[in-house]
Each structure stands twice: as structure tokens, then as C-alpha cells.
């Protein structure tokens, strides 16, 4: 078992042809030499995704199967863990770019992936989507839109997710609202009169409701890590999951993977609340009627299955006046978020330029009314 876990934390792909590294090319099944354009495809599997039972790694996960041991860094900066394959070049870190040390590495088991998102473009096409968005920023410093020009800026990482598998039954009481109107006199006073007339107003008829809802819970999403300083932003945090290849190390080949800091236990715990707002859900389109109250519900989950999955983002950093800023690509979507600086020079003299705006058209007004 040692063996295989060593091969699995230090294994590097060369190319066939020149002895180069082979790093993993984008939106295809393939991985390639940088060098010399040698290309080799990556096996695939056929079998699908193996759902790994609940309860055993909720007990004991490091003596189980499809459990292995990797080389981890960790940034003392900003507390990211980091598995960086041999091939990747740059020994920084994804988030803040401060240098990791090689000789602070040190060894880990973690839950193997069972499934990896591939990225599906490069570092090349991240960049322009990077670039792109910074040059339509209003009021961004000149030289960020400089230092968005340098492609060194920008990092392809692998996130860790949890995904939880269920049949949910539920039972649950609660009140059924249905919808009626009455006719409902008033008076106003219109012009000096009184006008009587009547109008018609929404009520709720209420009546209690029980049952039960059964179901099958797919894919519960739930992060597996915890970014203290530069969480990734919800708004591109929105992946196909169709799309999933069952998991392979070469895809991993010239990215980072960052190792999941929220154990399967608190990723089960996030998953159970979400469960509980499904059923919640189910029941109340279970009462029916126009609107509804749910009192209590009784959730039990049963056949639970997990599977560890990788995600791609891409991740630029930059320094401003000494506040570092983090920016996110969406490694499938291209989806792009990330927070700015602004300029307070180009600020005030907008301002400035719109009070003049302002004043010339006052006094062109006040011109023209005395021409009048």
C-alpha cells in the first residue's frame, strides 16, 4: 500500500518523444508536451462514477479503500492546502502568490476524488476573459489594467466538493391556504363629495394538512474547503455536473488541487440541512392550495452515498497599495467575478465633471429664461 500511495503523490508524466513533462490540455482528453507537441490520450473509464457508502468513512476513513496519501503545502499567508503535481512549475500560492516552501511539504491522507471536472480551456483563453472584464471596469486604477496584461497573474486550481446522495422520506403537519375574496364597502371623498363603492379584498382560508413525501436527493453540492481570507465567489460557483469524468491523475497534470479543510462529517452535516430544506419543499407542494404553513417535518435519510469531486477555477491575484485582490474564472463557464479597486483621482474629477455638467445647464436655463 505504501507503494501505491507514493506513486500517486509523486507520479509525473514524460513525453514519449523529448523527455519533456506532459501537462493536461483543456476541453479535450488529451495531454500534451509544451516542447515538442506530443500529445497522448488519456484513458477514460467506462464504468460509472463509484458512489462511496456514508456510514464507514463517517467511522474510520483512513484505513478504507479509495483513501490515499498526498504531499500537501500549506501557505502560511492566507492557510490554503495545496497538492501541487511534480510538473507544475510555479511553487506559489494560487491565492495570495506568496512563495510556498518545498521543504515545509509533508504528508497527508485524503479520500480519493471519485470524479474530476475537467477545465475546459486554457490558461491563454482565462487570461482574455480576465483581461477582457478588467478593461470594462469603471474607475480601476491604470495599473491594474497594466498588471491585468501579465499572464503569470493567473493559476488553474482544482476545488474540492462533497457530493451526497439519498433516499429522503419525510412526514410533516402543517395548514393548507386557499385563496377567496369578499366585497368590502368604503368611502372616499372625491372633488368635495363622498363617494361610497365597494372593492374586493384577498382572504385565506386555512385547513390543517399532513402526509408524508418520499424521494430520491441527487448530487447535494457542498464545499469542501474553507478560504478564510479569498472565498471563492457564489457567483461563479455554478458547474454542470453532467459533465464529470471519472477521476484520473493526468487531468490534474499543470494545476493545482487544493485538499478539502471540511471533513466528510461537517460536509454530511451541510448536506443533512439541505436535505431538510428539500423536504420542507416537498411538503409544501405536497398541501397544494395557494400558499402554505409547514409546522413540523419528520426527515429520515437512507442507501447515503458520497463521492469527493475536483472543480476548475482559474485565479488571479494582484497587489494594490498594499490590499491584495483576488479575481475567479469559472474553469467550465468562463463565468467571471472578483473584487476591484477603484481610482479616487478618475472618481473626483467625474464628479467634478458632472457638477460642471450640471452647472452649465443651469445656467444655459437661466439664459435662455432671460432672453425670454
Not at 453540492?221 to 457567483?235: D, E, G, H, T, V
Not at 487544493?258 to 419543499?281: F, M, N, V, W
Request: with cysteine.
Amino acid at each position: 500500500m505504501e507503494e501505491e500511495k507514493k506513486i500517486f503523490s509523486e507520479q509525473k508524466k514524460s513525453c514519449a518523444n523529448c523527455g519533456a513533462e506532459l501537462t493536461y490540455k483543456p476541453g479535450t482528453s488529451e495531454i500534451k508536451c509544451d516542447y515538442c507537441g506530443h500529445e497522448e490520450t488519456i484513458d477514460q473509464q467506462e464504468d460509472e462514477f463509484k458512489e462511496l457508502e456514508l456510514k464507514p468513512y463517517l467511522e474510520e476513513m483512513g484505513s478504507l479503500s479509495h483513501s490515499e496519501e498526498i504531499t500537501m503545502l500549506h501557505c502560511k499567508n492566507c492557510g490554503a492546502n495545496q497538492h501541487i503535481e511534480e510538473n507544475y512549475k510555479s511553487l506559489h500560492c494560487v491565492y495570495c502568490t506568496m512563495p510556498l516552501i518545498i521543504e515545509d511539504a509533508y504528508k497527508e491522507d485524503w479520500i480519493l476524488p471519485g470524479a474530476v471536472l475537467p477545465f475546459q480551456f486554457d490558461q491563454k483563453k482565462s487570461h482574455e476573459i480576465f483581461t477582457k472584464w478588467v478593461k470594462e471596469l469603471w474607475f480601476a486604477p491604470n495599473n491594474l489594467k497594466k498588471a491585468a496584461l501579465d499572464p503569470e497573474h493567473t493559476k488553474g486550481l482544482y476545488l474540492p466538493y462533497w457530493t451526497f446522495d439519498a433516499q429522503l422520506y419525510a412526514t410533516y403537519t402543517g395548514q393548507r391556504g386557499d385563496y377567496y375574496y369578499v366585497s368590502v364597502p368604503y368611502t372616499k371623498t372625491v372633488n368635495g363629495k363622498t363617494v361610497r363603492g365597494t372593492r374586493q379584498e384577498q382572504r385565506t382560508r386555512w385547513t390543517p394538512a399532513s402526509g408524508s413525501v418520499s424521494g430520491f436527493v441527487d448530487d447535494t453540492l457542498i464545499k469542501a474547503s474553507n478560504q478564510r481570507k479569498n472565498p471563492i465567489p457564489s457567483k461563479i460557483a455554478h458547474w454542470n455536473l453532467k459533465a464529470l469524468e471519472p477521476f484520473n491523475t493526468n487531468f490534474l497534470a499543470g494545476f493545482v488541487t487544493e485538499k478539502y479543510t471540511i471533513p466528510l462529517k461537517d460536509g454530511h452535516l451541510s448536506s443533512t440541512q439541505e436535505a431538510e430544506r428539500i423536504a420542507r419543499s416537498w411538503s409544501r407542494h405536497d398541501i397544494g392550495g395557494d400558499t402554505q404553513r409547514v409546522h413540523s417535518v419528520n426527515m429520515s435519510l437512507s442507501e447515503e452515498t458520497f463521492k469527493h469531486i475536483l472543480l476548475p477555477v482559474y485565479i488571479s491575484a494582484y497587489q494594490y497599495n498594499g490590499k491584495k485582490y483576488n479575481f475567479f474564472v469559472n474553469g467550465q463557464t468562463g463565468k467571471i467575478s472578483g473584487k476591484r479597486p477603484y481610482s479616487f483621482w478618475k472618481i473626483f474629477f467625474f464628479v467634478l465633471f458632472i457638477i460642471a455638467l450640471i452647472l452649465l445647464i443651469i445656467w444655459l436655463a437661466d439664459t435662455y429664461g432671460n432672453q425670454q
